[in-house]
Structure formats: C-alpha cells, structure tokens
C-alpha cells in the first residue's frame, strides 16, 4: 500500500509540473505573435517600402520566436521532461507557431493588397476618363476657307478632226499623207469619160514649219481639192479638150496624150501661224507635159482664216510662169481659188469653192469661173475620203453647164 501510496504521488506532482511547463510555455510563444501582430498593425499604415521593411521585420520576428522556441525546448530537455505529456504538450506548440505563421503571412498579403487596389482604382478612373473622352462630342473643327472657283476649260470644236475645224493646216514632222486627185471624171457634154485619169500625190511633213510634195493635179492639198482636168486646152486643129493630170488610160482619142505626162514637185513653208490665221508658202516646180516639155515656176501662198471654230475660209492664190514650150501654149497663168469649209461634225466637212483663173495673155477672154461642191469624211484618225463635183466653167467666158467633172478622193495619213 506504501508502495501505491508512492506512486500515485509521484504521479501526481509529475502531472502538476507538465501542467505548469505547458502554461509556461504558451505565454512564453503567445509574446512573439503579439508583437508580430504590433509589427503588422505598424506596417499596415505604410506604403510600398514600408511594406518591404515591415515583411523584414516580420521575418525578423519569426526568427526570434523560433529562436526562443528552441531555446525553451532545449530547457524543456534538460529539466527532464521526457514523458509523452511533454512531446504532445512540444507539438501542440509547434501547431500554434504554423497558425501564427499563416496568421502572420495573410496579413503581410493584406499588407500589399492596399496598394494593388489603389493602382486598378487609377486604371478604371483612366478607363472612365477615356469612356468619358470618347463620348463627349467633338469640337467644332476650324471652318476652311472656300477653294477660288476653277475656270472651266474650253471645250474641243467638235469639228477638230473635220476639215473646216480645227485641223492643222500642214503635216506634223514625220507625218506621210498619200493623197490627191484620186480618180478625176470627165463628165462634159461629148466627151463623157474622156478623159479618165488617177492624179496621186505624196506628202511629207519634214518638220513642223516645211511639207514637200509629188503632185499630179497642180498642187492640191486635202484643203483644196479639185478635179484634175484641164477644161479647153486647144488641140493642134484649133478645137478645145479637157485633158486629164496624172495617169491616164483611156487613151489620146479620149482626152489622154499619154498614159503619163505630167508631174510637180510642192512646197509648202509655214510662214505666220495666229489663232484664226495660217499662211504658208506654195511655191512648185511643175511639168505640164513631156512632149513638148513644157516646164513651169509656180508661186503661191496657201492661206486658212477661221472665221467659227466650225467655218474656215481656204485660199491658194498663185502665178505660174511659163519656162518652155512657151509656144505650145505654156505661158504665164493666174489662178484665184477659195474654198469655203464648214464642219458639220468631228468627222465631216463639206465646203463650196470657186474660183478666177486664166492666161495672162487675153484674160478676160479666156477667163473661167468654176462652180464646185464637194465633201471630206474622216472615217479614222489615218484615212479620209471624199467627193468633188464641179462645173468647170460656169460664169467664165463661154461658160456653161456643159464642162462638168467628177473627182473621188482617198487620202491616208501615217
């Protein structure tokens, strides 16, 4: 029973110290979470870097708890407490240190959330000022002073293309134009197709003031075309013919000396170029026969004057002087032509012409008026065709509605 008695005791007072070691102990740990808890409170009024020192210190404290910690345990050993109660007692104390570390690490996480919420609470009022920004109206822009009126610019004639209009006088440099008299038709009463001729010629632009020409037809230009047939030229019996320029195939009974027996050498000089008014020089060196071979100098001024850009007055005055064979009939000749154009269109023109001509020699005697009419159409840019129909002789001395001619015109320009 002593025995029991003894042990029981033993017991009793080993139960009374654990108890008062483990008391001892949790105030002992429950100091260095207050001061944590004091340090947070601190560092809670604190900005950016206050936070950075307080989680230092916070650091700090958990060490010195530790510390401390250990340094009770170690105690705690060497007094002796080796018991179960002790370790449990030793492990109940390390689960309060994990909760006061948790406790410790959610409020330094607080600690830097203050700072988070400041910053979105700047980026959502940047974004609202934005919002705002965008919807307000925008401001009225600066009235811009009204552009000066631009003058409206002149229209092309319509009749550009279209002899009559617009169309320059001479060939552009290294401009070729194949044109002429193209088929010329005796129509005089008797002599019907006698004779029968084709008086082609070439043109060519060597530059934009100079044009030489090959005639066949006296020196016809697409602006003034006429039918080469020579009305009256009196044969050796005393009697008048026409005869044909160029190449004629109808033969000497039939208005044809020869096949052919004529030819020309052009020019045409740009001499004063105005805004209504174009002159050029004409001057040619022709032959009028073969046989006998009557040369012949020809002067002449080609002229335009525009009166609308749709009518257009045309005039080729020229002398011609007799070189040889002056008495086979080649003497010196005047001839007046004008041409009246208007442009109906861009690509038709139509015009009436007239014309004063004769020998020297006797004018008024042998003086003849022609009557003639006739049109151009462009079909393109190169190719032009046209009709001449003509009274040779209408008012003029024994004139009459007897001597008449067809010409066809086929004129192509590259």
Not at 308 to 320: E, G, I, K, T
Request: net charge positive; with cysteine; proline share 6%.
């Amino acid at each position: 029973m002593a025995a029991r008695t003894a042990g029981a005791k033993v017991a009793a007072a080993l139960a009374i110290a654990a108890v008062a070691w483990s008391g001892t102990t949790s105030v002992a740990l429950a100091q260095p979470a207050r001061a944590a808890k004091d340090a947070g409170k601190k560092n809670a009024g604190v900005k950016d870097a206050g936070a950075k020192d307080g989680a230092k210190k916070d650091a700090g404290a958990k060490s010195a708890g530790t510390k401390d910690a250990g340094a009770k345990d170690a105690g705690a050993k060497s007094a002796g407490a080796k018991d179960a109660g002790a370790k449990s007692a030793g492990a109940k104390d390390a689960g309060a240190k994990s909760a006061g570390a948790k406790d410790l690490g959610k409020k330094d996480a607080g600690k830097g959330s203050p700072g988070a919420k400041d910053a979105g609470k700047k980026a959502a009022g940047d974004d609202a000022d934005r919002a705002v920004m965008s919807s307000a109206p925008p401001e009225p822009a600066e009235p811009v002073a009204p552009a000066e009126p631009v003058e409206p610019v002149a229209a092309a004639a319509p009749a550009e293309l279209a002899f009559g209009g617009q169309r320059p006088l001479l060939l552009e440099k290294g401009k070729l134009l194949v044109a002429g008299s193209t088929l010329n038709v005796n129509l005089t009463s008797g002599d019907i197709l006698q004779p029968l001729s084709l008086a082609p010629s070439v043109w060519y632009g060597v530059n934009q003031k100079l044009e030489l020409g090959l005639t066949h037809d006296g020196g016809t230009t697409p602006w003034t075309p006429r039918p080469a047939i020579i009305p009256g030229l009196i044969d050796a019996m005393g009697n008048a013919h026409a005869s044909g320029g160029g190449i004629c195939f109808v033969g000497a009974r039939n208005g044809c000396k020869r096949v052919y027996d004529n030819v020309g050498v052009d020019g045409l000089y740009m001499v004063k170029q105005k805004a209504k008014l174009d002159l050029a020089a004409h001057p040619a060196l022709e032959a009028s026969s073969f046989s006998p071979f009557g040369l012949r100098l020809r002067l002449g001024v080609l002229g335009r004057y525009r009166l609308h850009p749709r009518l257009s007055v045309v005039f080729d005055p020229r002398l011609s002087f007799g070189l040889s064979a002056r008495d086979s009939g080649n003497i010196e000749r005047i001839d007046l032509p004008a041409w009246g154009w208007l442009a109906v269109n861009a690509k038709l023109g139509v015009y009436l012409h007239t014309a004063i001509a004769g020998q020297l020699d006797g004018f008024f005697n042998v003086v003849t008026i022609p009557v003639q009419v006739g049109a151009s159409y462009r079909l393109d840019a190169k190719l032009t065709v046209g009709g001449d129909f003509s009274f040779m002789n209408l008012i003029g001395a024994a004139g009459g509605v007897s001597e008449r001619a067809l010409g066809l015109r086929v004129a192509y320009e590259r």
